[in-house]
């Protein structure tokens, strides 16, 4: 975590923005970027976002794009779910995988059209995509990184609609699509996706036009409640929905199969990256899976904590674990042996102490993205 500017960190082009509301900041995917602000912290802007409307600065998400003739067949070869499922101006989440299943990155894939595919990966996995997207493409596809020419605004909560209609940028497209827009001669990209669980959208806007519209959004967003929101309200929100983080609950070691991600690969496709052994795997059903587990006590779960059966025999480790400020209590997602049962008793070893949790399915709150 850090204070102070760290010159070895890439900084967002909204960064004096958050300096000018408190931003404490922290590195993320070698950026340095807002955890939380003062006026409230994590617990008052996830609160936030579940009752009114948050406005993130997401903008240390890497942005790729795939261009030329058959650009999106060749995405399709590659990646792991079916984009032949979706058309122009909709959005998929997909994984870039290994020959040994493993994840290189989770992503979320825009199609524009059938030559050119705009990709959203994570901030540290952006160049491993990228070159090995490059390295395999056939010729007349070019794979670009627009990974600094972007900011990307995420704005999500209940009230999302009414901050954007006031701004006037489009709203009320469905979930997981897309459409293109203008704010001050800048053209914008309103897509209807995000990372809370919540109704909301995400803002792909050019660097040099991300303070402006920053600022439109955070004075419309005054009569709704909206607060600013650091990446430390963004990580208990997704934990509540169950949503994973790449490096934790996926990995090069931990596959789409063991990381309740394999509905987010397309088994019937000719073929994608990691294919085969990731068929291979989900037919032997003897690899580890992933598991939400409840705090039956005062327990706060943390990642790389050791999950224990009723006899004390380990079975699992904490892959995702925090306090939840919905529930008022401690939740995790979990790598742990095959066959636990919802409602069955574990226990988590948290900082010496024996901590007793409730094996469940996520999400640990009700959805409302749509």
Known sequence: MANGPDSALLRSPLHDRHVGLGAKFAEFGGWEMPLEYAGGGVLAEHKAVREAVGLFDVSHLGK?????????????????????????????????????????????????ADDDVFLVPNAANTTEVVRRLAAAAPDGVEVIDQHRDFAVLAVQGP???????????????????????TYDDASLTVCRTGYTGERGYELVVPAGAAATVWDAVMLAGEEFGLRAAGLGARDTLRTEMGYPLHGQDLSLDITPVMGRAAWAVGW????????????????AKTSRVSRGLVAAGRGIPRPGMTVRNADGTEIGEVTSGTFSPSLRKGIALALVDRGLADGQSVSVDVRGRTEPFTVTKPPFVSDSVR
């Open 64 to 112: 790729a794009v795939v261009r030329g003739a058959g650009a999106l067949a060749y995405v399709n070869r590659c990646l792991s779910a079916d984009l032949d499922k979706i058309g122009p101006g909709q959005a998929q989440y997909t994984l870039c995988c290994d020959e040994s299943g493993g994840v290189v990155d989770d992503l979320i894939a825009y199609v524009r």
């Open 159 to 181: 009230h999302s609609d009414a901050v954007l209609d006031a701004v006037g940028l489009p709203t009320g497209h469905d979930y997981m699509s897309f459409a293109s827009a």
């Open 268 to 283: 019937d496709k000719a073929e994608f990256w990691g294919k085969p052994a990731l068929v291979e795997q989900r037919a």
